[in-house]
């Protein structure tokens, strides 16, 4: 006891020394870890109002991936199409991250996407080629309702493209910022749902996330919410993982200890989720705190429970917040989350096949609508910035892509 507390004070204070943005920085050196509208006048034809395909309850039930799936490749998926993304039409920077920017684009009938762009000369130089070479890798296995769908993937001397579903109702995070408060708790459930199966659908796949947050949420135009950003997911190969990724306030206990981190590591960050959307605060971060004294609070502290909240909410975070991922809720399978008191009056396969009316749904002017976004106009558009020719070596790197 005496060394792991050792352990883990060395830890806290190898963190407040640190220099770090938004995003946990990684932990070991040789393991890099790695958002529509086509006619208004006819949207009930509209591609991302259907679900991508009818569900039944055997499929809902059953998310196991089986030995034929395992051995497809990205094109047997058949979730992508080759788009010429150099050649669509840009509108508007949607978001940014440290490594790229996001567009809204449309081609030449008008159909709007997001698209990805990275340079791959930042890439290379931040060490993140093989995280964005995962993410695409992963993207091109997912096919689900509640996840971003990679429609196409592109590179050309400079830059790489990855094509994206636009979901017109923005950040889940401009959502709660714009109430200014605790969200309405059929909302909050209704967002829940979605996220939970999505999850249970990746954790089927032996896929883990990482990276939940409500910025990595966003909703689509008929209100619901969906899963985008697969940097942090990775396939699990043996029982645990230990790179310390995703973004702080959401870490488990697990991962910041160094101790390995499996799927359990995703429902501790639905617990912080959850909480977040129905109290509007953090359970474990308050303003000020710095990094080591949040990484300290999230292993130690207990969280103060929500008031005002029904009891089965209540009941369902104090089961998704325990320290000990053995004995969280969905450590026997993500099932049982949905199978919660909290969710009865939820049928998955009927909120798969999108046939339960969301709390909100985005009011939409026309097909390239931004109002649910931040601006960002003021940012250099990465497409145009000029970066030294790579090398043959360096350019080999993205051959994978």
Known sequence: MEDHQGKLEAFFQAATKQERGDDLTERTADETELTDVKSWHDTSNHRLLQPIKKYSASEVTDTTINESEESKTDEDWGSQRHIDCKNLKRHKILGEGAFGQ????SDADEQPYALKVFSKYDLIVEKQVETVLRERHIMSQLSHPFLCQLLSADQDANLIYMLLDFHAGGELYSVIERHQGPLPEKQVVFYTACIADALYYMHGRNIVYRDLKPENVVIDMSGYSVLVDFSYAKRMIGDKVYTLCGTPRFASPEMIEGI???FSTDHWSLGILLYEMITGESPFYYEGTDEAALYRSIVEDEYKSPVGASES????ISRLLV??????????????????????NFDVVALRNREIQSPWVPFLAHDLDTRYFDNWDDLNDKVEERHPKLLAAEAALFDEF
Do not use: Q
């Open 102 to 105: 996001v567009w809204l684009v």
């Open 260 to 262: 390995g981190h499996s």
């Open 313 to 316: 909410a209540v009941d369902i």
């Open 323 to 344: 320290k000990d991922p053995n004995g969280r809720f969905g450590c026997k399978g993500d099932g049982e989350i949905l199978r919660h008191a909290w969710f009865r």
